[in-house]
T-cell receptor, first 113, second 117 residues
């Protein structure tokens, strides 16, 4: 059974600070996605990483896929209150016809003014 | 482009009652998903449809949960009878289901928050 572990589970920081959240597995994934979910809304896709070692940047957010495609990290620079939310990683394997996503439990981030 | 629509947004029922949720996916999206999300946790896939066929329902508690997607568009998820532990947000998502090696983007609706008393 494939599992994705996210850490930390909860994070409370002040505006302007930097932070990193992690998504780890013992399994290899063909691709990994990061979603952000705000209260009362569904998750929204931030990025998909596919290649081992890949780094993608989205404004102040930097996503990295591990060389072995078993882990990923999300780094936020100079956090803002608008970054508050639940950050979810989800991995997929492209073997077979059903590319079910394996979801982590999420990191709940609170950025305080 | 209209997003995924869900209704109702909130529902409060007593245990042993029945409840139904409705989802209208993005037009043209072949794949539809129902997830259960406990507060502060990641989504748990309940059932996945490809057009009007079931692809995966391995985590659906079939003794009380049922879902259908008639005509391959709208879908309903029903719980009968509800238990206290069913209190959660029920999310519907859809994806285009393109061929090839790319991972489909799932587009989520706002969810239905169910409280079972």
């Amino acid at each position: 059974t494939q599992l994705l572990e996210q850490s930390p589970q909860f994070l409370s920081i002040q505006e302007g600070e930097n932070l990193t959240v992690y998504c780890n597995s013992s399994s290899v994934f063909s691709s990994l996605q990061w979603y952000r979910q705000e209260p009362g809304e569904g998750p929204v896709l931030l990025v998909t990483v596919v290649t081992g070692g890949e780094v993608k940047k989205l404004k102040r957010l930097t996503f990295q896929f591990g060389d072995a495609r078993k882990d990923s990290s999300l780094h936020i620079t100079a956090a803002q209150t608008g970054d508050t939310g639940l950050y979810l990683c989800a991995g997929a394997n492209h073997a077979g016809n059903n590319r079910k996503l394996i979801w982590g439990l999420g990191t709940s981030l609170a950025v305080n003014p | 482009e209209a997003g995924v629509a869900q209704s109702p947004r909130y529902k409060i029922i007593e245990k042993r009652q029945s409840v139904a949720f409705w989802c209208n996916p993005i037009s043209g999206h072949a794949t539809l998903y129902w997830y259960q999300q406990i507060l502060g946790q990641g989504p748990k896939l309940l059932i996945q449809f490809q057009n009007n066929g079931v692809v995966d329902d391995s985590q659906l508690p079939k003794d009380r949960f049922s879902a259908e997607r008639l005509k391959g568009v709208d879908s309903t998820l029903k719980i009968q009878p509800a238990k206290l532990e069913d209190s959660a947000v029920y999310l519907c998502a859809s994806s285009l289901r393109t061929s090839g090696r790319s991972t489909d983007t799932q587009y989520f609706g706002p969810g239905t928050r169910l409280t079972v008393l």
